[in-house]
């Protein structure tokens, strides 16, 4: 770690820099169009007088470093006389070198470590690229055009005898450390976790300097460790006052008055079933059988829309949040638990206010009637996940009928959806038994059943049919109507081919013909790989194959479920834009005209972003805690599987308890191992020695970095 420079104040030159990144930033949206200074000052937001000045003065600096040039007196342009200039997201892998992932190209732009200047992870960056020695592209970062984040988590490391430390960051892809100087330490003391904000980096400097705003704790300690993954994605943990204030101060009583504007459906039945440890139940079933021999299904939801309103602070606070954030020992809500857990959770026996939709299905399960609209529900029964499957099973206990009923529609759905071209990856995901002190002292998995397929089926019905109600006219020609769908888009032909040619070396066929051929197939591979020496890897490759679902407010349909409607309707306690559903639903019902779609479009944005670090900070608690389970293990051989690659080693995964490890090829003795991208392996080149993803190998576990929430193995036979 080098020393900090002596401080010399650029306040002004420091302006300047960071205006001109905002003048990058805004020119290359549109790098062939010409601007005046007018055009560029109103377009980064800088519009007084003295403002405008200091845009001239960075008009004038980007000028004399050939970032743009003047076309004529006044006017500006991009200069692209840089040869392979380029604008795209920054990506750090754990050696310190780079990767930027440009739009309109396949292929992501190598950086190494010596060029990526003061990017840091996530950045927006613009690079000169060239082909180094005639092999793939290569690039340096020439600017920084728009930071992703400027808070980080990391370990304060006090400089003894000196009045300033360093911030070293969890995170391997953090580039550099961040130095604090005195007066800017907020309190902490050497060796805590701590939260840093970056205030500045200096050009010619190695190190930004931060300023520590929070004091987290000690490093390795459970609760240290689970805010600071919090800390990491910029998620609270806690509400302000004033919105847990607006929450209790909430009308929690059913009014008379309400339930008139309302479906009275409290005296069908109607029950939950959800996760054993569940608190927040949003959705009930109810089912009755109808004069004529049909099953009204009714599915209803949580009316989350009555309670939180637009433009109070709790909208404001659930609409940032976006999502629930579900960590290993706790759940970090979307709101204040009087709401989730109380008000507006449909517990057995109490009256609640609801968001439906009723189906008449006939033994077929086709939907012959539908209806939507807020309703009065009464849960009669809370049922947990095994003992709604005991019913299946045993086919004794009460509401046994009833769930028998669900169990068989269900089924009927399920495969008919399969039959559309649905893709049923059937993953299990690992759970943790923790003791009294959120310590793990068993790792399970949760499998699924019948009973979840059965809530699963009914859910999916729910969205597909509201989305198609908003959606559709009667005839089936598109309303045009503005609202948030659920997309997926079709997986990448490239990755598909990849695929197809990788598994055809185990004797597996794959036709690729069309969208419905490539779910049959995929379907079949998935079923034909169960049990085998190969299933992890090649439903690993599958899955990676696949795009990533999100919101948008264009219906381009989702291709994992066979849908071409779909929306999120069923989760407004914990996601968000199922609370834009129910609005917008409830506003179509009213005969309201469609809203503006662009607002809706930034909705999208920030709920499918914000889903992504809800994910990435439950997938770090996961591991967090496999670290945690497995240091009682150390020393100790495991057989596993190879499951994942890379060019400085590749990782193997504990079937029995989801733990993953790394090994790294410098580690690796007997040869000089290098990567092979195509065949997912590592090759020895002098022995012919491999490993390949989905290799079964031993292991000895090595270390348990709980910091970084990293274990490392140690190949002991193959």
């Given at each position: 770690?080098a020393?900090?420079?002596?401080f010399?104040?650029?306040?002004?030159?420091?302006k300047?820099?960071?205006?001109?990144?905002?003048i990058?930033n805004?020119m290359?949206?549109n790098s062939?169009?010409?601007?005046n200074?007018?055009q560029?000052a109103?377009?980064i937001?800088?519009k007084?007088p003295r403002q405008?000045?200091?845009?001239?003065?960075?008009?004038?600096?980007l000028?004399s470093?050939?970032?743009i040039?003047?076309t004529e007196k006044?006017?500006?342009i991009?200069?692209?006389?840089?040869?392979g200039t380029?604008?795209?997201k920054?990506?750090f892998?754990?050696a310190?070198n780079a990767?930027?992932?440009?739009?309109e190209?396949?292929?992501?732009i190598?950086?190494h470590s010596k060029?990526?200047?003061d990017a840091?992870?996530?950045d927006t960056?613009?690079?000169?690229?060239?082909n180094?020695?005639?092999k793939k592209?290569e690039g340096?970062?020439?600017?920084?055009?728009?930071?992703?984040?400027?808070?980080?988590?990391g370990?304060?490391q006090?400089?003894?005898?000196?009045d300033?430390g360093?911030?070293v960051?969890?995170k391997k892809?953090m580039?550099t450390d961040?130095f604090?100087?005195?007066?800017?330490?907020?309190?902490a003391?050497?060796?805590?976790?701590?939260?840093v904000?970056?205030?500045a980096?200096r050009?010619?400097?190695?190190?930004?300097?931060?300023?520590?705003i929070k004091?987290?704790g000690a490093?390795g300690?459970?609760?240290?460790?689970?805010h600071?993954?919090l800390?990491?994605?910029?998620?609270?943990?806690?509400?302000?006052e004033e919105?847990?204030?607006?929450?209790?101060?909430?009308d929690?009583k059913?009014h008379?008055?309400?339930?008139?504007?309302?479906?009275?459906m409290?005296?069908?039945c109607?029950?939950?079933?959800d996760?054993?440890?569940?608190?927040d139940f949003d959705?009930a079933?109810s089912l009755q059988?109808?004069?004529?021999?049909n099953?009204?299904v009714g599915?209803?939801i949580a009316?989350v829309?009555?309670y939180?309103?637009?433009g109070t602070?709790l909208?404001d606070e659930?609409?940032?949040r976006?999502?629930?954030?579900?960590?290993?020992?706790r759940v970090?809500?979307?709101l204040?638990?009087v709401l989730?857990?109380?008000?507006?959770?449909?517990r057995?026996?109490?009256?609640?206010?609801t968001?439906?939709?009723?189906?008449?299905l006939?033994?077929n399960a086709e939907?012959?009637?539908e209806w939507?609209?807020?309703?009065?529900?009464h849960s009669?029964?809370?049922?947990?996940?095994?003992?709604?499957?005991?019913r299946i099973e045993?086919?004794?206990?009460?509401?046994?009928?009833?769930?028998?009923?669900l169990?068989r529609l269900?089924k009927i759905l399920r495969?008919?959806?399969?039959?559309n071209?649905a893709?049923?990856?059937?993953r299990?995901?690992?759970?943790?038994?923790?003791?009294?002190n959120?310590?793990p002292?068993?790792v399970y998995?949760k499998?699924?059943?019948?009973?979840?397929?059965?809530i699963?089926?009914?859910?999916l019905l729910?969205n597909r049919?509201?989305?198609?109600f908003?959606?559709l006219?009667?005839g089936?020609e598109p309303?045009?109507?503005?609202f948030?769908?659920?997309?997926?888009?079709?997986?990448?032909?490239a990755?598909?081919e990849?695929?197809r040619?990788?598994v055809?070396?185990?004797?597996?066929?794959?036709?690729?013909?069309?969208t419905?051929k490539?779910?049959q197939?995929?379907?079949k591979?998935?079923?034909d790989?169960?049990?085998?020496?190969?299933?992890?890897m090649?439903e690993?490759l599958?899955?990676r194959?696949?795009?990533k679902?999100v919101?948008?407010?264009?219906?381009?349909?989702h291709?994992?479920?066979?849908f071409?409607?779909?929306?999120?309707?069923t989760?407004p306690i914990?996601r968000?834009p199922d609370?834009?559903?129910?609005?917008?639903l409830?506003?179509?019902l009213d005969?309201g005209?469609?809203p503006n779609k662009q607002?809706y479009?930034?909705k999208c944005?920030h709920?499918?972003?914000m889903e992504?670090l809800?994910?990435?900070?439950e997938?770090d608690?996961?591991?967090?805690m496999?670290v945690?389970?497995?240091?009682?293990h150390?020393?100790e051989e495991?057989?596993g599987?190879?499951?994942?690659?890379?060019?400085?080693?590749?990782?193997?995964?504990i079937?029995?308890?989801g733990?993953?490890g790394l090994?790294?090829?410098r580690?690796?003795?007997?040869?000089s191992?290098?990567y092979?991208?195509k065949?997912?392996s590592?090759?020895?080149?002098r022995?012919?020695?491999?490993?390949?993803l989905?290799?079964?190998?031993?292991?000895k576990v090595?270390?348990?970095?709980?910091?970084?929430?990293q274990l490392?193995f140690?190949i002991?036979?193959?």
């Open positions: 770690m020393n900090k420079s002596k010399i104040s650029h306040k002004n030159d420091n300047l820099q960071e205006i001109g990144r905002l990058m805004f290359n949206k062939t169009k010409i601007y200074y007018k560029i109103d377009g937001d800088y007084n405008r000045e200091l845009v001239i003065q960075s008009l004038h600096k000028l470093d050939a970032k040039k003047e006044g006017k500006y991009i200069n692209l006389n840089i040869e380029l604008t795209g920054i990506d892998n754990q310190g990767y930027v992932k440009v739009d190209m396949d292929d992501d190598f950086i060029n990526v200047k840091m992870q996530g960056v613009l690079v000169v690229t060239y180094f020695k005639g592209l340096s970062v020439l600017e920084v055009l728009e930071r992703k984040r400027d808070q980080f988590v370990v304060f006090l400089i003894k005898h000196k300033f360093f911030v960051s969890d892809s580039s961040i604090v100087p005195r007066g800017k330490i907020g309190g003391e050497d060796g805590d976790k701590v939260v904000k970056m205030v980096w050009a010619g400097e190695k190190n930004p300097e931060g300023e520590i004091v987290l490093p300690d459970h609760e240290t460790e689970i600071s993954i800390a990491e994605y910029g998620l609270p943990y806690t509400f302000p919105v847990e204030r607006e929450a209790q101060a909430i929690q059913i008379d008055s309400e339930v008139a504007k309302r479906r009275d409290r005296n069908v109607t029950f939950t079933i996760p054993k440890d569940a608190k959705d079933l059988k109808l004069d004529n021999g099953w009204e599915v209803h009316d829309s009555h939180v309103v637009p602070l909208d659930a609409y940032d976006a999502t629930s954030v579900y960590l290993v020992d970090v809500p979307m204040p638990e989730s857990n109380e008000v507006c959770s449909l057995p026996n109490e009256d609640k206010y968001f439906s939709a009723v189906f008449e006939n033994e939907v012959l009637n939507f609209g807020r309703t009065v529900t009669d029964r809370r049922f947990s996940y095994e003992e709604a499957q005991e045993t086919q004794t206990g009460d509401l046994t009928e009833e769930i028998l009923t169990d269900a495969k008919r959806r399969i039959d071209g893709i049923t990856f059937d299990s995901e690992v759970r943790f038994n923790l003791d009294e959120s310590q002292i068993g998995f499998v699924s059943k019948e009973s979840n397929h059965l699963e089926e009914f859910m729910a049919k509201v989305s198609e908003i959606s006219k009667k089936g309303t045009q109507n503005t948030i769908y659920r997309i997926h888009d079709d997986p990448d032909p990755k598909l990849a695929l040619e990788f055809s070396t185990f004797g597996y066929k794959m036709d690729l013909a069309n419905k490539v779910a197939s995929l379907n591979l998935l079923q790989v169960k049990g085998k020496g190969e299933e992890n090649i690993t599958a899955m194959s696949m795009s679902a919101y948008s407010t264009d219906p381009i349909g291709y994992g479920l066979g071409e409607y779909y929306s999120h309707f989760s914990r968000y609370l834009i559903a129910h609005r917008l409830q506003h179509y005969g005209k469609s607002e479009d930034e944005k709920c499918s972003a992504r809800a994910a990435d900070a997938r608690s996961i591991k967090f496999q945690k389970f497995m240091e009682t150390l020393g495991f057989t599987v190879i499951s994942g690659v890379a060019d400085f080693g590749f990782w193997v995964q079937p029995e308890n733990a993953e090994i790294k090829l580690d690796l003795m007997d040869d191992y290098s092979d991208a065949t997912h590592v090759q020895g080149s022995t012919g020695n491999q490993y390949q989905g290799d079964k190998v031993t292991i090595m270390k348990a970095n709980l910091i970084q929430k490392d140690k002991i036979s193959s």
